[in-house]
């Protein structure tokens, strides 16, 4: 409220800003706050009303009052679910992310966060066209968008992000894949590739990733006997009714060659052994030694020339002799080469995720089926929550997880997948820019595209093969879920950044093959150690961050020494059996 100097008279006053205020003259300040007369008639039609300066203040008032709005008004873009995939934390994740979002309502926004928003508005026309519908496996976007039109943001947004730490690559300490076999190992490779009499069949399940282990560990397990191995079965899928064979996922041709001097490879057993009754198992221990192999099969295997194994998953131990680790690397990356057609059409598209810059892929594991088995929820909604546990009553067979362990037990035992929200949190923290590009693998989440909308928010450049991909591109692969996944591999295999939201045959195998490529950047989510910092609604953002980057110091790819983790795969942990380093090389091998 202002006063005249006579202190007789109120008038109103509108507040504006100070510089606003300097530029005026002191006649606009009178004018301002002192009403002039009324203006006669003749003077407005004689275009005389220009020269007020109420006139001016009041449009540039006009001008600057839809600023001042999207200043004061900042609209919370909320999840559209819970955060948490289990009640009984439900609401301390509630209010972490509420409070995050109460700073941003209130202007106490960091630059990072502010230049975050300005990176997501510059771009194309067609980028902002396209950021929502790309993402969500929209078969209404061609493929000619994605080559040319699509402007991914990257470079355009100052080049320093793509700079950025969070593209540096491992240290790989020189170490180089090296398969050179032993002079006893060559020798025993005459006399099985001359054997005519034993014939191993085996019988993969699963999906393309657990059939790829399993016929792995079938050449091993050839080896070991000394038998011919029978070109694998593959099992029809009974989720996804995959009804593919091997020389329709993997190259047979490659596979023949690249084994011919370790295992006899044969398309169809030899007409002399067809009518023999074979040697039938299906159910081998786990984890078993090349000796009990031997000591259980040879001599049968030896008198009915044919045995047929069903179910190898992790039947074979990890722990075997120097020359068989090396020839499980051989069968894991260079036998098993996918066929040409999908070979074609993955490097394809990683060649457009690459065209703009670097990229991330991730392996989300959201899908129904995988709720189900780990005995987690999503954080969805109580509707979604049924759906889960009435597939568990129906077939309780499905459920692999410990069932003594109720859901948030498990969750804090890190044994469920990250929700979106917690993966966005996690790449943000380690430092990964809003523009990146992310390809993500895996099948339709359960809740559909809004389930994602936690992560495509943070990252809006968010890609998956029917995004890259013409209809015409995908149509020879259309119901074919092996051959989908093996397009999902090649991607992910080939970009900057891999991260799985959960562990699996799919993560541990490209994992191994990063390694095996030189040591490219995997990110292991610690998530038996994370989850309490996640729920922690009082730590502040940039605590949370530094803690986020501590635990995860020591996971970002680097080699790790199979040595000191016993049991465990050699396709995933490849130093040292399958790597070497240089002698000239000093650095450490630690």
Sequence with gaps: MAKSKNNAKKVSCISVPSQ????????????????????????????????????????????????????WYTPDPSVPFSPDPCVTSQSQLQKSFSNRHTRQQLGLVSNDERNGKNDQEVGSVNARELKFEVGFGSNEVKNESLKGAVDFQGRISGGVEEDSEFWKQPDGLGFKPCLKFSGEYSKESELILEDRRKYLLV??????????????????????????????????????????EFSDIFDLENFKRVLANDVRIVSSLPS?????????????????????????????????????????D???????????????????????????????????????????????????????DMWVRTGCHPGLNHEYDEIINQERRQRPELLTAKSNMTCHERKLAGLCPLTPLEVARLLKALGAPKSARIYWA??????????????????????????????GELKPFA??????????????????????????????????????????????????????????????EAEFIGVMKELHRDSLGQPERRTSKAGRDVTKYPVPECMCRDEHDDRSHE
């Design 20 to 71: 606003k205020i300097d530029s005026l003259s002191s006649s606009s300040l009178h004018y301002l706050f002192f009403s002039p007369k009324k203006p006669s008639a003749n003077r407005f039609f004689g275009l005389k009303w220009y020269r007020s300066s109420r006139f001016w203040f009041l449009a540039l008032f006009l001008c600057g009052f839809p600023g001042m709005l999207k200043l």
């Design 203 to 244: 019988v993969v399940s699963g999906g393309m990733n657990q059939q790829r282990n399993q016929i792995v560990d079938a050449v091993v397990i050839a080896r070991i006997l000394g038998a011919a191995l029978v070109v694998p079965i593959l099992q029809v899928n009974v989720i996804w009714g995959d009804e593919s």
């Design 272 to 312: 002399n052994h067809v009518t023999r009754r074979p040697v039938v198992e299906s159910r081998t221990p786990l984890h078993v030694s090349p000796h009990w192999i031997r000591a259980r099969y040879l001599k049968r295997l030896n008198r009915e020339g044919v045995l047929l194994l069903r179910g190898l």
């Design 314 to 368: 992790s039947r074979l131990s990890k722990d075997l002799p120097s020359d068989l680790q090396k020839l499980r690397c051989k069968v894991a990356f260079h036998a098993l080469r996918f066929v040409p057609p999908v070979l074609e059409l993955g490097n394809k598209l990683a060649e457009r995720m690459q065209r703009k810059g670097p990229y991330i892929a991730l392996h989300l594991r959201m899908e129904l």
């Design 442 to 471: 895996g099948g339709q989440p359960l809740g559909g595209k809004e389930a994602l909308l936690p992560l495509t928010r943070e990252f809006p450049h968010f890609y998956n093969k029917e995004d890259l991909a013409s209809a």
């Design 479 to 540: 119901n074919k879920a092996s051959l989908m996944a093996a397009i999902d591999y090649l991607v992910s295999e080939k970009s900057d950044v891999f991260m799985p939201s959960h562990g699996g045959n799919m993560g541990h195998a490209i994992q191994g093959h990063r390694a095996y490529a030189g040591h490219k950047k995997y990110i292991t989510p610690n998530k038996r150690h994370m989850l309490r910092y996640f729920l922690n609604s009082s730590l502040p």
